[in-house]
């Protein structure tokens, strides 16, 4: 599969998509529809700015129509519920609710996290740097938004206060303190800062 010059791309290519497919594949369980378990996997994940139907639109890339028909489904099965958002009351928040956490338990595509997990902590790292950069060149390429979490984000900022010997988390985009477990959570409005090797891919000039 490889050689001196290294693996071919399209070989790479090629494995990304087949294991796209492996998972979009496991996706009829549990009752759900694949596009079901994708709204579910990324409402449990994204911040409190991002669970919303358009967010999950752009994330799904789909029409906004489409996922607003896969949401109301999930809130007809009882897995999603809407709540008046607080920053903007004229917005709906979309929130997994008990029992969709108890059926993400059992979320099929679980099975391609053990695999990750059975890689070295090096391929690991060298597989999510070459898999960030990949989606940071298809991103620019194909125009559409990146999604990431805060610790790569430019618009975080991070003031270490020496008396409460505590770290503060505040987001420049949206104004706002974060805590410190939604530094982990995906974000529409991420934009990738210097250290994040999406942005890298981004900023290089594709070729034309
Ligand atoms: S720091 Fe970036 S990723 Fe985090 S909430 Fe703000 S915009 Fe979103």
Redesign the pocket.
């Known amino acids: 599969m490889s050689n001196a010059s290294g693996v071919n791309p399209r070989t790479i290519a090629e494995l990304v998509v087949q294991l796209g497919r492996i998972i979009h594949g496991s996706g009829y369980s549990g009752g759900l529809a694949p596009a079901q378990w994708s709204a579910l996997r990324y409402l449990s994940r994204a ?1 409190r ?1 991002s669970r919303t139907v358009s967010a999950f639109a752009e994330f799904h890339s789909t029409t906004r129509g489409t996922a607003s028909q896969t949401v109301k489904g999930l809130v007809g099965l009882g897995y999603l519920s809407r709540n008046r958002s607080p920053r903007d009351g004229r917005s709906a928040r979309l929130d997994v609710t008990d029992d969709a956490r108890a059926l993400l338990a059992r979320d099929p595509s679980e099975d391609l996290v053990r695999a990750a997990g059975t890689l070295s902590a090096t391929a690991r790292n060298h597989l999510a740097t070459g898999l960030e950069r990949l989606l940071g060149y298809l991103a620019q390429r194909s125009g559409k938004r990146m999604f ?3 610790t790569f ?4 900022e991070e003031e270490r206060c020496q008396r409460e010997e505590m770290t503060r988390f505040e ?4 104004g706002e303190l ?1 805590e410190e477990a ?2 982990e959570q995906i ?5 990738p800062s210097e250290k994040s090797a999406m942005r890298r891919a981004y900023d290089r000039k594709s070729p034309s």
């Open positions: 911040n700015f990431g979490v805060c984000c430019t618009h975080l987001c420049t985009f949206f974060l939604e530094l974000c529409i409005n991420f934009q």
